[in-house]
């Protein structure tokens, strides 16, 4: 079955560095989208990808989705304690079942002030 | 309602035991999904509801796990003679329609004793 993976798996920064995580799919997927998942909450959703190569900016966020659709990357520039949190990438297959998003296992983002 | 809710937030029951779970989604959501985030894990596909088609029961891990929707919005996850594996937080989505992000509620913790 399909799988996303997620790395790394934890990342500790000081205020103002710069971020990023990695998504990879197994398979091609029809679209990536992106939650945020802050300390005891719920998943919220953040953005969602389409087109190869595509690239989205959302302030300090900027995500993009890989020339064969199998991978994505989310980067946040100059970080703030609030962007603590869990980033979960989420791919939907492209196959029959393309309405199922399949969960990485997210990136733990700590931020020192 | 403005948002996913769902009832109760936080469940204790014992071993053997059974629970329902429920979840109202957004008026006019086509699409809902329940999830299962273990402590620290991501998030666990179980079941998807779409519009009246049948629905795809393809993560439910066990028969012990049901769920229905009944007249297109409110589901109810149901777990029979629950386990200590069945701990967890079980999250409930709507969407749109299938190709939308998902609007998370903000889950039932379930802790079986």
């Known amino acids: 079955g399909q799988q996303v993976m997620q790395i790394p798996q934890y990342q500790h920064v000081q205020e103002g560095e710069d971020f990023t995580t990695y998504c990879n799919s197994s398979?091609?997927?029809?679209?990536i989208q992106w939650y945020k998942q802050r300390p005891g909450g719920h998943p919220v959703f953040l953005i969602q990808?389409?087109?190869?190569?595509e690239v989205k900016k959302q302030k300090r966020l900027t995500f993009q989705f890989g020339e064969a659709k199998k991978n994505s990357s989310l980067h946040i520039t100059a970080t703030q304690t609030t962007d603590v949190g869990t980033y979960f990438c989420?791919?939907?297959?492209?196959?029959?079942?393309?309405?199922?998003?399949?969960f990485g296992k997210g990136t733990l983002l700590t931020v020192n002030p | 309602g403005a948002g996913v809710s769902q009832s109760p937030s936080n469940k204790v029951t014992e071993k053997g035991k059974d629970v329902e779970l429920r979840c109202d989604p957004i008026s006019g959501h086509t699409a809902l999904y329940w999830y299962r985030q273990s402590l620290g894990q991501g998030l666990e596909f179980l079941i998807y509801?779409?519009?009246?088609?049948?629905?795809?029961k393809s993560g439910l891990p066990s028969d012990r796990f049901s769920a229905e929707r009944t007249g297109g919005s409110v589901s109810t996850l149901t777990i029979q003679r629950t386990q200590q594996e069945d701990s967890a937080v079980y999250l409930c989505?709507?969407?749109?329609?299938?190709?939308?992000?998902?609007?998370f509620g903000s889950g039932t913790r379930l802790t079986v004793v």
């Open positions: 509801f779409q519009g009246n088609s049948a629905p795809d």
């Open positions: 989505a709507s969407s749109h329609d299938r190709g939308y992000g998902y609007t």
């Open positions: 990808l389409v087109k190869s190569g």
């Open positions: 989420a791919g939907r297959g492209s196959g029959g079942s393309n309405y199922k998003l399949t």
């Open positions: 398979t091609t997927l029809s679209n």
